[in-house]
């Protein structure tokens, strides 16, 4: 059954703007009024060219930001939860959102194993959970992920990119997260792979009611999610609609009809 929320919508941007400070002191719009809800159990897949501001916008809306990354104009919430100045809130708003950020395979803790990877985010919040109430959470996960629960001993660099991203997705799991928030989610995954990862968010959408907002310039995944698609191109929206085929545009964004088709 899905989980009641305070929250009418999952996410709601209302004339979102981002800038993000350079080198030299300016800035630069990374996003420019963009407008979108997204419903509890909803997914929403962002696209656009590359600099369009997809994953400076879904870092923010995660929570995770980036350095000199900033809210300049309008207003986005998490689960009610402000992005702008969050405050005490943030933590909430990290526990309630999963974040994975682009490349997340690629950049998961050398040190640590397979294991404390995934459970990271359960162990840097309680130092008192239940060790063997953990293992039998990684344990379901990675056999969701279709890895083997002998992984959980070895570290990252023991697996293969495709692993390493499984992994990744794991970890942004482990809490059970309202939102997931995913840059590429699929990245290096096989066929039978890719559908079980696939398979896990729907089912979460199905039967927790997460939300999902997804990064990625894939038709198939848009089609495999059943998403709705917000069309970016130099920090503005140009596309809104669900799936591929059924976009409506804004005058200007003819020229990115054919990333989409």
Not at 51 to 74: F, Q
Not at 103 to 131: F, M, Q, W
Not at 242 to 253: A, F, Q
Request: proline share 6%.
């Amino acid at each position: 059954m899905p989980r009641r929320r305070d929250a009418d919508v999952a996410v709601r941007c209302v004339d979102l703007s981002l800038a993000r400070s350079g080198r030299a002191g300016g800035t630069q719009r990374v996003v420019d009024g963009v407008s979108f809800e997204l419903p509890h159990g909803g997914t929403l897949a962002l696209m656009g060219p590359t600099g369009a501001g997809k994953s400076s916008l879904a870092a923010v809306l995660a929570g995770a930001g980036e350095t000199g990354l900033t809210v300049v104009g309008g207003t986005a919430e998490v689960e009610g939860i402000p992005v702008r100045n969050p405050g005490r809130a943030h933590r909430q708003l990290t526990y309630y959102a999963g974040y994975l950020p682009q490349s997340a395979g690629a950049h998961l803790p050398a040190r640590l194993t397979v294991g404390d990877v995934i459970g990271e985010p359960i162990t840097s919040r309680d130092k008192r959970v239940n060790p063997r109430a953990l293992a039998v959470r990684v344990a379901t996960l990675l056999d969701e992920m279709l890895l083997p629960l002998g992984a959980a001993a070895k570290y990252p660099y023991e697996l293969s990119a495709g692993m390493r991203q499984r992994v990744a997705l794991a970890r942004a799991l482990v809490l059970q997260p309202r939102v997931l928030i995913a840059d590429e989610p699929f990245s290096n995954m096989d066929v039978e792979v890719r559908k079980a990862a696939r398979d896990a968010l729907v089912r979460r959408r199905h039967d927790f009611g997460m939300a999902t907002l997804v990064v990625t310039n894939e038709p198939e995944v848009v089609r495999e999610l059943d998403a709705d698609v917000l069309v970016l191109r130099a920090g503005h929206a140009v596309a809104f609609g669900h799936g591929t085929h059924d976009l409506l545009w804004t005058p200007s964004g003819e020229a990115d009809r054919r990333l989409v088709s």
